[in-house]
């Protein structure tokens, strides 16, 4: 990328071609199986200045990763509450009325 003729920074693509390995949620690498490996090319790209690139994950994704976290909130605060209600009423037993 260039501004006023000064290079600040590359930006590379890739192609990968053959089988690909999962390390991340949206990280891929070369397969490392024997006899199987992949190769990686580096394409040529060129940058375009004011328009939007796409992410690799979907709001949709994100959305229901976020209502899941939220309702595994929900039922931690209602087993603490339970653990507390519980705590309480034993605390009553041990007293004399």
């Known amino acids: 990328m260039k501004i006023h003729n000064e290079e600040l920074t590359r930006i590379a693509t890739y192609r990968l071609d053959g089988p690909v390995d999962r390390i991340g949620a949206t990280l891929l690498r070369p397969s490392v199986t024997p006899g199987q490996e992949g190769t990686v090319t580096e394409l040529e ?43 309480d009423r034993s605390n009553e037993l041990g007293r004399i009325k």
């Open 45 to 87: 790209g060129k940058l375009r200045v004011g328009e939007l690139e796409m992410g690799n994950s979907s709001a949709l994704e994100a959305a229901i990763q976020m209502v899941s976290a939220q309702r595994q909130f929900e039922t931690s605060m209602q087993a603490i509450d339970t653990y507390k209600k519980i705590g």
